[in-house]
């Protein structure tokens, strides 16, 4: 094992971190050097708490956030020993890092890495063109690599069947003010570090859409704009729901959504079906699949998405004083 990372090494990781996908782009993630490792936790002070109650979403942006933050430091040419919940204690503490053994980037790592800057969540409507089976595979290869599962939605009937799982989930939610009111909290229309600009809002919703979408106040379609009728859904899994479930998730979740940047592909995070346990469980049984849904994606080709921004590296990293 070596003895530690520099500083130096361990603040362009963070930045590299900080590009992982949030609910309502909250960045609810701190990290901490320490001892020569790092620290990722969740931030209580950014949870959804109508969004988000039981903190589901805090951690698996907590995992995205950690995937990034592995990859980085792998491609830098010291990867990590990551242990998960390492201070049963101190719960926040989602993962710890310290270094393993230096050696070359896989190629595999090189392009996820790569990916990072170009990921954006593209809630414009996708073109008509198919998912190739090769990079449909790919995907998959990404969740199971991830300790996960990726169930892909395939076919008119069952593509209608999960959408008014999807609509039904997503009436639950916009029924409740406190939902609606905290969501409008953070949509931006002057700049700012977190938030989702009203810019990358995606078009407002319309009778006719298949799939709902959550209304961050994007401009109305052009005519003709119509999403697309048969999206490519992807519902991704993993064994359990308990936190570290949730933590291997949202590694699986960025890793996924890397390997789909990096084929040239699109994505939009639809979590409703999520958030709404009635809607989770009946998504589960839809799958017949052993474990619990813990994101869904539609996935397609479209024009690039649009950056949302993000808070500086200071604002996100904490250093432990040694005890004197």
């Not at 995205?64 to 201070?87: H, Q």
Request: with cysteine; proline share 10%; charged share 20%.
């Amino acid at each position: 094992m070596g003895t530690g990372y520099t500083e130096a090494q361990l603040r362009a990781a963070v930045a590299d971190a900080v590009r992982a996908p949030s609910l309502h782009n909250t960045q609810p993630w701190r990290f901490r050097l320490r001892d020569g490792g790092i620290e990722v936790s969740v931030d209580p002070t950014r949870r959804l708490p109508a969004t988000d109650p039981s903190g589901w979403g805090t951690r698996i942006s907590g995992g995205a956030a950690l995937f990034n933050l592995r990859l980085s430091l792998a491609v830098a040419g010291t990867p990590a020993t990551v242990r998960l919940r390492p201070y049963p204690a101190d719960p926040d503490v989602l993962a710890r890092l310290v270094p393993d053994l230096p050696r070359r980037p896989t190629p595999t790592e090189q392009s996820l890495y790569a990916a990072i800057g170009r990921r954006f969540s593209n809630r414009a409507p996708f073109w008509p063109d198919p998912v190739p089976a090769d990079a449909r595979w790919r995907l998959g290869e990404a969740a199971r690599a991830e300790q996960c599962w990726l169930e892909l939605v395939i076919g008119v009937s069952a593509v209608n069947a999960f959408a008014e799982v999807a609509r039904s989930a997503h009436r639950v939610l916009e029924r409740d003010p406190a939902y609606r009111a905290e969501r409008a909290d953070w949509v931006r229309t002057e700049p700012a570090p977190d938030g989702v600009p009203a810019r990358a809002g995606g078009p407002q919703t319309e009778p006719q859409d298949l799939l709902p979408s959550r209304g961050f106040g994007g401009l109305d379609r052009a005519p003709g704009r119509d999403f697309e009728p048969e999206p490519l859904v992807a519902v991704l899994g993993a064994a359990g729901n308990t936190v570290v479930d949730q933590v291997l998730a949202g590694q699986a979740l960025q890793r996924v959504l890397l390997t789909a940047t990096d084929a040239g592909l699109a994505v939009s995070l639809l979590s409703q079906p999520i958030e709404v346990s009635g809607a989770r469980e009946a998504l589960r049984l839809s799958l017949g699949r052993f474990g619990t849904p813990q994101m869904v994606m539609r996935i397609g080709y479209g024009q690039p998405g649009v950056a949302t921004p993000r808070r500086s590296v200071d604002e996100v990293l904490d250093v432990a004083v040694a005890p004197g």
